[in-house]
T-cell receptor
Framework: AQSVTQLDSQVPVFEEAPVELRCNYSSSVSVYLFWYVQYPNQGLQLLLKYLSGSTLVESINGFEAEFNKSQTSFHLRKPSVHISDTAEYFCAVSGLRSGGYNKLIFGAGTRLAVHP | DTGVSQNPRHKITKRGQNVTFRCDPISEHNRLYWYRQTLGQGPEFLTYFQNEAQLEKSRLLSDRFSAERPKGSFSTLEIQRTEQGDSAMYLC??????????????FGPGTRLTVL
């Protein structure tokens, strides 16, 4: 079984400041890791994912996350945030299952509030 | 728009009534998932379909819940004898089903259920 802990329920930050959203997971098997973003009144959108290979993964809008197996973490970072980054961010994990599908296990979410 | 669609977007019902939600996945996506999201929490897996076959059901899916995916296209989720604890956002996601566990899940906007 897998579980995900997002250590901060809310993160307030000023525009153009750096931000880190923390995510830790537990699993007895190899996992795939995801960050999803949910903008107000919109559905979940995949931000980035780690499947294998390089432990540093990047999104098209400047976010990056690093898979750290020894610390079982997958923290999300952005060096300079914009007002438009205000949203709820969910970390998720899935383990390889028979049949090949990935049931996602989500954390409780972190609300990022960017202030001018 | 060729994304995942869900109807209705909002449903208010009285305790004890039956409700049915519909999900239309992205065309040609073989895999379909239902999740439930309560306030302040991340989505929780409910059930999974590979084409028309329901291959996994969470223990969260009591016998009052039933899901179908006839012909492997759209899916319905029915809740019988609704209870106030059923109030939540019900999310549908679909993925291509490429034979591995790494295909991306695309989420619909959700159906928000309020049970009075």
């Amino acid at each position: 079984a897998q579980s995900v802990t997002q250590l901060d329920s809310q993160v307030p930050v000023f525009e153009e400041a750096p931000v880190e959203l923390r995510c830790n997971y537990s699993s007895s098997v190899s996992v795939y890791l995801f960050w999803y973003v949910q903008y107000p009144n919109q559905g979940l959108q995949l931000l980035l994912k780690y499947l294998s290979g390089s432990t540093l993964v990047e999104s098209i809008n400047g976010f990056e996350a690093e898979f750290n197996k020894s610390q079982t973490s997958f923290h999300l970072r952005k060096p300079s945030v914009h007002i438009s980054d205000t949203a709820e961010y969910f970390c998720a994990v899935s383990g390889l299952r028979s049949g090949g599908y990935n049931k996602l296990i989500f954390g409780a979410g972190t609300r990022l509030a960017v202030h001018p | 728009d060729t994304g995942v669609s869900q109807n209705p977007r909002h449903k208010i019902t009285k305790r004890g009534q039956n409700v049915t939600f519909r999900c239309d996945p992205i065309s040609e996506h073989n895999r379909l998932y239902w999740y439930r999201q309560t306030l302040g929490q991340g989505p929780e897996f409910l059930t999974y379909f590979q084409n028309e076959a329901q291959l996994e059901k969470s223990r969260l899916l009591s016998d009052r819940f039933s899901a179908e995916r006839p012909k492997g296209s759209f899916s319905t989720l029915e809740i019988q004898r609704t209870e106030q604890g059923d109030s939540a956002m019900y999310l549908c996601a679909s993925s291509l089903g490429s034979g591995t566990s790494t295909d991306t899940q695309y989420f619909g906007p959700g159906t928000r259920l309020t049970v009075l």
